[in-house]
């Protein structure tokens, strides 16, 4: 066959394939993305593709499974792409924005509740639990003041926790 017969032959059998797979392909689509405006573009992806894979010389077998293997393939790769979702498109779907604002009051409440448990701590436990999570030092920083080794510092907020945890269970 020359070369513009053999493009002809591929053109008509797409032409068929098109035709007689094109709507079931677009259902698949579909049904896998939920858009029909993608789903018709993969489908369309697929054709090109396969168009190409024939222009290069591909042989074909079963034109049916070829078709759908590829849309799959594409179908994943549309899975895989980082899907950004505009706050705008979201607002015109009907979402709103909510200032349930509960869980962060209990957090509130538990550290307020956390923090006065300190005071009954032993004092070298009230120091270390207050350098470490209320003024937010590092163990490094804090065995700098206390003179104190890191291993030492760690131990002992450790500890400190540990006993906050009874003293809050116990009061719960």
Do not use: C
Not at 4 to 20: F, G, M, T, W, Y
Request: hydrophobic share 40%; aromatic share 8%.
């Amino acid at each position: 066959m020359t070369l513009k017969r053999q493009e002809k032959h591929h053109q008509v059998v797409l032409s068929i394939a098109h035709s007689d797979f094109a709507k079931s392909m677009n259902a698949h689509a579909f049904f896998k993305i939920h858009n029909h405006a993608i789903g018709e573009d993969l489908v369309q992806d697929t054709f090109m593709k396969t168009w190409n894979y024939l222009i290069k010389g591909g042989k074909i077998d079963v034109m049916k499974a070829f078709l759908y293997h590829v849309l799959n393939n594409l179908i994943v790769d549309e899975y895989r792409k980082r899907k950004t979702i505009s706050l705008d498109n979201l607002l015109e779907k009907g979402y709103e924005l909510g200032t349930d604002h509960t869980e962060h009051l209990f957090d509130l409440l538990d550290g307020k509740a956390a923090l006065l448990l300190i005071s009954r701590l032993p004092e070298r436990y009230q120091k270390v639990i207050r350098m470490r999570y209320v003024q937010g030092l590092t163990l490094a920083e804090m065995s700098l003041i206390t003179g104190q080794s890191k291993n030492t510092m760690a131990v002992q907020v450790h500890r400190g926790l540990e006993k906050i945890k009874i003293l809050y269970n116990h009061t719960s």
